[in-house]
């Protein structure tokens, strides 16, 4: 049976085996700007889903060290510090920590032991797909070390089936192409098709967004599963607002792409707030106490527009600031306690994996 140990609170490379190689992938992690819930298979089964989302400069890292003197499995989460060892992959069993991980282990590990580290840069929780990035990041360095290399969207595809069918977390595909793929981009989902396509926007408009975007964390959100069954039960019970705000998302995430494309910022505001406006019709635990307390605290103070990241009920809220004035939302936000600014910088590229001796 696999032992966990709390807050073990590094991984000593030089206890694993000595010698050879370590194998470090990262992915970066995602923003969703329009369209979320619509890649989730409860919707796109029956109609195609559509997002627009963004990678930025927030990476999520897995370091692989093959063992191959022994069958041994070690892992170690430096967001959590927990620690988990193993005599073999055999030994390793779902029971709520670092699930993830195991389920990319007895995937992918060639055989041998292995010793696993992991960390991110963005917070547990924050609603920025920080697991599908870590399964990305995972898949892909085990993969390389197995000798099964693969292709971004291979990697996506692997990541998002063990969460869905292996692991039975609920959630859509946007995640995992995000991190795997990286860049600004318009995702169509078509049952469990999907499709990709980058958004060309100019240089002046990035840096518009780079500079007027700002992440606010507000504290991990603990009520992700609790929201997706709440919604995807109205679904199913086909209750007329969680519907209609479902289907409207997928038409606003087109007429983001467009304004994206058109750099109409004006349009972009008030689709990001419309946006908004349908997340909170889903479930009232959508608005946690913490994300109203920001969003009233900063009412006036130079922001244009706004809206929860992922599935909300806490974690990241995107806060678009009126021309010039983001120093304005910046001192608001820092007057509440609690509250943390994340960097907000564009990153063009997605699954990155490399080898080099240990050290």
Known sequence: MATDVLHRTYLDWNQTGGAGTIIRARTPVRVDLAGGWTDVAEFAQETPGAVVNFTIGL????????????????????????????????????????????AAIRELNGGTGLSIQTRSDAPPGSGLGTSAALGVALLGALGHYAGRPLLDFEVAELASRLERHELGIKGGKQDHYASALGGLN???????????ARIPISPATQLYLEKHLMLVYTGRSRLSGDIHSHVWGGYARKEPTVVGAIDRMKELARMTKDALIAANIRDLTELVNEN??????????????????????????GVAGAK?????????????????????VRRAVEQIPGMTILPVSFQSTGLTVTECPAQ
């Not at 897995?62 to 620690?83: G, T």
């Not at 318009?186 to 990709?196: A, I, L, Q, S, W």
């Open 59 to 102: 990476w999520t890292y897995a370091s692989v060290k093959p063992r191959p003197e022994s069958n041994e499995i070690e892992i170690f989460s430096a967001d959590f510090e927990e620690y988990v060892s193993a005599r073999d992959v055999g030994e390793l069993e779902y029971n709520g920590r670092v699930d993830l991980v195991k």
């Open 186 to 196: 318009f995702m169509e989902f078509y049952g469990e098709r999907v499709r990709t």
């Open 276 to 301: 908004w406006r349908c997340q909170q019709a889903l479930h009232p635990s959508v608005v946690s106490p913490d994300l109203k307390n920001l969003l009233d605290a900063v009412r006036g103070q």
């Open 308 to 328: 929860a990241c992922g599935a909300g009920g806490g974690g990241c809220v995107l806060l678009l600031a009126e021309s010039d004035q983001e120093h304005r």
